[in-house]
């Protein structure tokens, strides 16, 4: 019904920076809002970044100033551009996207499969 796709994750070093890729397809009527989230073993998931439709964005005050969220709606898709990155920003990076489909009645949450980001030395 919909699908989200997301690419980008990897290996960098401490510093380095990396730019997450997610694009929403399938039956889609709107999209509201569009995040990340982040889940990091032994640890529960958290948001990173949220971007709603003609809202402010917001961010993880671990993430501020590092990192920005973006999204081109014509393509459906958001980007998360990661600058100096931590070893303490290592985690799996799920999309997530609250979406009217066609045969909705009401906004669904859908996620991505998740990307590993790994920041070491």
């Known amino acids: 019904q919909v699908q989200l796709v997301e690419s980008g994750g990897g290996l960098v070093q401490p510093g380095g920076s990396l730019r997450l890729s997610c694009a929403a397809s399938g039956s889609i009527l709107t999209i509201y809002a569009m995040g990340w989230y982040r889940q990091a073993p032994g640890k529960q998931r958290e948001l990173v970044a949220r971007?709603?439709?003609?809202?402010?964005?917001n961010y993880a005050d671990s993430v501020k100033g590092r990192f920005t969220i973006s999204r081109d709606n014509a393509k459906n898709t958001e980007y998360l551009q990661m600058n100096e990155l931590k070893p303490e920003d290592t985690a799996v990076y799920y999309c997530?996207?609250?979406?009217?489909?066609?045969?909705?009645?009401?906004?669904?949450?859908?996620w991505g499969q998740g990307t590993q980001v790994t920041v070491s030395s």
């Open positions: 997530n996207a609250r979406i009217w489909t066609m045969r909705g009645i009401s906004y669904s949450d859908f």
């Open positions: 971007v709603p439709s003609g809202g402010s964005t």
